[in-house]
């Protein structure tokens, strides 16, 4: 059974830049779309990217559009989202998540989810 564990998630200053990595204990191969989410406190959780099985299709939210950047290496099992220009509003606890069918959507309708790992913006 596919899990996800993220990291690299800490505290960084506004302006400044994260990379979380999502690693799969299995094949990523097996599970096609795999999304970014974040939840804020006392916020809903909120799609923040996606990337289709191949890399091609990407899809980001408004909030974080020319900001943060997907990539997947499926000969790592490993999924990236780089976070440039950071912002306080973006301090949450990010997730990733993997769906076994090839649909890249911002709704949080993925069959496995990881623990996720924080990210606080704060000078």
């Known amino acids: 059974q596919l899990q996800l564990v993220e990291s690299g998630g800490g505290l960084v200053q506004p302006g400044g830049s994260l990379t979380l990595s999502c690693v799969a204990s299995g094949s990523i191969l097996d599970f096609s779309a795999i999304g970014w989410f974040r939840q804020a406190p006392s916020k809903e959780r909120e799609g923040v990217s996606c990337?289709?099985?191949?890399?091609?299709?990407?899809r980001y939210a408004d909030s974080v559009k020319g900001r943060f950047t997907i990539s997947r290496d499926n000969s790592k099992n490993t999924v990236y989202l780089r976070l440039n220009n950071l912002k306080p509003e973006d301090t949450a606890v990010y997730y990733c998540?993997?769906?076994?069918?090839?649909?890249?959507?911002?709704?949080?309708?993925?069959?496995?989810w990881g623990q996720g790992t924080q990210v606080t913006v704060s000078s």
């Open positions: 998540a993997a769906a076994v069918r090839n649909i890249c959507t911002l709704n949080p309708q993925y069959d496995r």
């Open positions: 990337i289709g099985r191949s890399g091609a299709y990407i």
